[in-house]
């Protein structure tokens, strides 16, 4: 099945994690490549978008302050460029247990709520799961968070054992896969390994995960061209669309 440019855009797609706040994390170094990330992912058929940058510990000490400026600077900006875009803001956390106490006190945005749970953007990190960290799910889970994996395809651990992914899974955490992981940007084993996932329906949402306009575009519609013609219009509509939509209602009613 041939799906066009022009289908895809009528079938508004929602991306839930890139990196578009201008200057404080490695997305989008100021307004003019932010303006570039949400004009190419407007006419890429994006309507939602959520600003999702980096919570980590000693080197983006981002907090609900600095995200809701720049939300408030991205809102400005659609509005001075007569943008259509919706945007709202999260954030995407790393595993770290000193994130303990701001989760407690409810400090760390989430993505919306589902079920009774906050929905949290959770990122291992690249080159591994660190010991421990089925425990900081549970706990998660206890304090009423829900984990949505970032990028779990692009973990290099779980590329050499993707059984390692499984307990994750078994708790109710969802998974995040990346598009341009789909299309092959990231190598043939990482898309290998993300179409894998998306056979056993192991993947609940692809986004972008964009940067900038270059390295990691806010481009989702050459992977929803690919899940189409794998999968049909119904899997792509529930993973670039309908979940996503469900997960971030919340943020985007309050936007």
């Known amino acids: 099945m041939i799906i066009t440019r ?7 797609m929602f991306d839930i994690h890139s990196h578009i706040i201008p200057g404080i994390d490695d997305g989008a170094r100021d ?17 939602h978008i959520v600003a ?3 919570i980590h510990c000693g ?9 809701h400026a720049g939300l408030n600077t991205l809102k400005r900006i659609i509005k001075d460029h007569s943008l259509t875009i919706n945007v709202a803001a999260s954030c995407e956390l790393r595993l770290d247990i000193e994130h303990m106490p701001k989760l407690m006190r409810g400090e760390i945005p989430c993505l919306g709520i589902v079920d009774g749970l906050k929905v949290i953007l959770l990122e291992f990190p690249h080159s591994h799961i660190p010991p421990g960290s089925e425990n900081f799910v549970k706990w998660l889970f206890n304090k009423g968070y829900k984990p949505l994996i970032a990028h779990p395809e692009r973990n290099r651990e779980l590329l050499k054992s993707p ?7 078994r708790l109710g955490c969802l998974t995040q896969v990346t598009a ?30 964009a940067h900038n ?4 575009p806010p481009v989702l519609s050459d992977a929803y061209a690919v899940i189409t013609k794998e999968y049909g219009l119904e899997k792509a509509d529930m993973l670039f669309k309908t979940t996503p939509q469900k997960l971030t209602q919340t943020i985007f009613d309050e936007s």
């Open 6 to 12: 022009m289908e895809i855009r009528r079938h508004s």
């Open 31 to 47: 307004e003019a490549e932010a303006l570039s990330l949400l004009r190419l992912a407007q006419q890429d058929g994006t309507t």
């Open 213 to 216: 306009i270059s390295r990691r």
């Open 180 to 209: 341009g992981s789909v299309t092959g940007e990231f190598g043939n084993k990482v898309k290998s390994f993300a179409l894998s996932l998306l056979a056993q329906d192991k993947v609940d949402v692809i986004a972008s995960d």
């Open 163 to 169: 059984s390692l992914l499984t307990p994750y899974l």
């Open 52 to 54: 999702t940058p980096h």
């Open 59 to 67: 080197r983006f000490e981002n907090d609900h302050d600095t995200i």
